[in-house]
């Protein structure tokens, strides 16, 4: 059973910063943990203030791109990122503590994680790993790169560690008003609550926090007996449900891996594939074939995550700010109908590129997210993000009106739904994969170039060996094994240290087992896993 024991981070030096010298520009309140909330709302001088939330890959991407604006642009603007944990990093920053459920933990991190992906395909663009990074890192060297990026790009004084964003409440009209955000800043036993006001909010807060549990009849009697020498059934074939099985399949007794029709087996895995789940009994669990597991110990839900935003969703302190997101699992309302933001938990509408709301409530520059794509490199697709976004917050004009933003959106769900996908429950999937993936990358900053924001050097955004390397990354992952199982590690990553030389190093090694699997076949081959979906459900 895998046990979700802390990890020791040994080889990490990991850069903790306290709060910054110059107090924050937001008035605030100290509080006892017991105290009402009395903090009024504060307005800063600034010509523009924007709020970011998180500070994993997608809210450090905004933070940087925002502050990459020419000078003069961002004269006078102040720019705050939340976060609610103690550093940056976002979900490669592990917990510290135990997991007790059913609290969740502060991240869906696991012990033996490696990434699935090369990491050089993780990168911000021009910002690589360190030198000597294996190709397929553990989480402790991803962790370093965002402390790293953060550190060295000088973000930090922009960065509210322990601040969570508790709620966020419009006060205005479609084309004028502010953001009231409450924030929680937690410091030992004292709590501080700050309420002060933005014009614009970024939420970067992530999607991998809170579990899709499929409801299945019967869940409430069926009670396992036996927790020693397990047999497990591993629900879900994204890239979690495939790690789940790689890694439970040696130890446990016996292993099923329930998948869905159109997913595939995990090679190499040690499981019996079976089915769908149709319901549980007090004593075994039914397949939709009929089937019934009678010998099931423990059931692994590798079922994805729920799209929420809590704080967008609360009620604000302010009886006059509405809320900017209402949570609406059943809903039947669509792009065109939807007089909010709304989120059905796979998919939050209507929103252009998945970056803009066309909530009627605000102006479509008011609220945007950062990371929301799924199936995508998160990294470069932040940054392509974040460039759309800070040219809009720079110049509203940016972007089309506000019809030809439902229009295009519009369209795009009925070319989704001609390709057989319903975009209500595909949600934020790059359906298509990489291709799809690189596309919508590319087409976001071919955009910016075209309304003249960017420089046109007529290239694509995402270089070839990017794209090389996402699609081959099974083949990469086979050779790195192979170097890794030789020994051979660092005569292959001495010298490389610039992006250059790491996507040269991707491209020898594609050449190099590619002639081996071609002498000897797939012979020795290691799964290592797919670029990351983690809603196989
Ligand atoms: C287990 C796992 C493994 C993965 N492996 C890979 C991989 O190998 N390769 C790959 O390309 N991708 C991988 N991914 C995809 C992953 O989503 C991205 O790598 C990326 O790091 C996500 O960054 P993010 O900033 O969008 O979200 P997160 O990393 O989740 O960051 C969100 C941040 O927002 C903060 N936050 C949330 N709410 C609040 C609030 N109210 N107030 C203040 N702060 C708040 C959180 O504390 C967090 O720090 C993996 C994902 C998971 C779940």
């Known amino acids: 059973m895998v046990r979700f024991s802390q990890y020791v981070v040994s080889i990490l030096s990991l850069f903790l910063w306290g709060e910054p010298e110059v107090p924050p520009a937001e008035g605030g309140c100290l509080l006892n943990n017991s105290s009402a909330l009395t903090a009024t709302n504060q307005r800063s001088n600034a010509s523009k203030s924007?709020?970011?939330?998180?500070?994993?890959?997608?809210?450090?991407?905004?933070?940087?791109?925002?502050?990459?604006?020419?000078?003069?642009?961002?004269?006078?603007?102040?720019?705050?990122?939340?976060?609610?944990?103690r550093n940056v990093g976002g979900l490669w920053l592990p917990d510290p503590n135990e997991p007790q459920p059913p609290k969740l933990p502060e991240t869906p991190l696991y012990p033996r994680l490696r990434t699935n992906t090369p990491h050089p395909t993780m990168t911000y663009p021009g910002y690589t790993f360190r030198p000597h990074t294996p190709l397929f890192p553990t989480h402790e060297y991803v962790e370093q790169y965002h402390v790293d990026f953060a550190v060295n790009n000088n973000l930090t004084s922009y960065i509210r560690l322990n601040h969570t964003v508790h709620s966020a409440g419009w006060k205005g009209n479609s084309t004028v008003g502010e953001w009231v955000v409450e924030v929680h800043h937690t410091n030992g036993e004292v709590k501080s609550i700050t309420k002060r006001s933005f014009d614009h909010l970024i939420v970067a807060n992530g999607h991998n926090h809170y579990p899709r549990i499929p409801k299945f009849q019967g869940t409430d009697e069926w009670y396992p007996e036996r927790y020693v020498n397990m047999t497990v059934l591993v629900v879900g074939g994204g890239a979690s449900g495939r790690d789940a099985v790689l890694q439970v399949g040696p130890i446990a007794v016996k292993t099923y891996h329930s998948l869905k029709e159109d997913k595939e087996p995990t090679p190499d895995a040690n499981?019996?594939?079976?089915?769908?789940?149709?319901?549980?009994?007090?004593?075994?669990?039914?397949?939709?074939?009929?089937?019934?597991?009678?010998?099931?110990?423990?059931?692994?839900?590798?079922?994805?995550?729920?799209?929420?935003?809590?704080?967008?969703?609360?009620?604000?302190?302010?009886?006059?700010?509405?809320?900017?997101?209402v949570e609406s699992p059943k809903t039947t309302l669509n792009c065109t109908t939807a007089p909010t933001l709304i989120t059905n938990l796979r998919y939050i509408f209507p929103l252009w590129e998945h970056i803009f709301s066309l909530s009627?409530?605000?102006?479509?520059?008011?609220?945007?997210?950062?990371?929301?794509?799924v199936l995508i490199a998160n990294c470069p697709s932040d940054i392509a993000q974040a460039l759309l976004i800070a040219h809009a917050l720079a110049d509203p004009s940016t972007l089309p009106s506000r019809a030809e933003m439902l229009a295009d959106l519009v369209a795009q769900e009925s070319r989704l739904r001609e390709r057989g996908?319903?975009?209500?429950?595909?949600?934020?999937?790059?359906?298509?994969?990489?291709?799809?993936?690189?596309?919508?990358?590319?087409?976001?900053?071919?955009?910016?170039?075209?309304?003249?924001?960017?420089?046109?050097?007529?290239?694509?955004?995402?270089?070839?060996?990017?794209?090389?390397?996402?699609?081959?990354?099974?083949?990469?992952?086979?050779?790195?094994?192979?170097?890794?199982?030789?020994?051979?590690?660092?005569?292959?990553?001495?010298?490389?240290?610039?992006?250059?030389?790491?996507?040269?190093?991707?491209?020898?090694?594609?050449?190099?087992?590619?002639?081996?699997?071609?002498?000897?076949?797939?012979?020795?081959?290691?799964?290592?896993?797919?670029?990351?979906?983690?809603?196989?459900?």
């Open 421 to 537: 996908y319903d975009p209500y429950y595909a949600g934020h999937k790059m359906v298509g994969g990489d291709d799809d993936a690189q596309a919508y990358q590319n087409n976001l900053v071919r955009y910016l170039k075209q309304k003249g924001r960017l420089p046109d050097d007529g290239k694509d955004y995402v270089e070839p060996w990017r794209r090389i390397a996402r699609k081959e990354s099974f083949l990469l992952g086979r050779a790195w094994r192979r170097i890794e199982d030789n020994g051979e590690a660092d005569k292959w990553l001495d010298g490389v240290e610039t992006e250059d030389q790491w996507a040269d190093l991707i491209l020898r090694l594609v050449n190099w087992q590619r002639k081996h699997e071609d002498k000897y076949g797939l012979h020795g081959s290691v799964y290592v896993g797919q670029p990351w979906d983690e809603s196989g459900f």
């Open 360 to 373: 009627q409530q605000y102006p479509p520059t008011a609220l945007s997210f950062v990371g929301l794509p």
């Open 271 to 325: 499981v019996t594939v079976v089915p769908r789940i149709s319901h549980f009994t007090r004593t075994s669990i039914v397949l939709v074939d009929g089937r019934s597991l009678d010998d099931v110990d423990a059931v692994i839900l590798a079922t994805g995550y729920e799209f929420l935003v809590p704080f967008l969703s609360r009620p604000s302190s302010d009886q006059d700010a509405s809320v900017g997101l």
């Open 50 to 85: 924007i709020a970011i939330v998180g500070a994993g890959s997608a809210g450090l991407a905004i933070l940087k791109t925002i502050l990459d604006l020419p000078q003069e642009t961002r004269h006078g603007w102040e720019v705050v990122l939340y976060e609610q944990r």
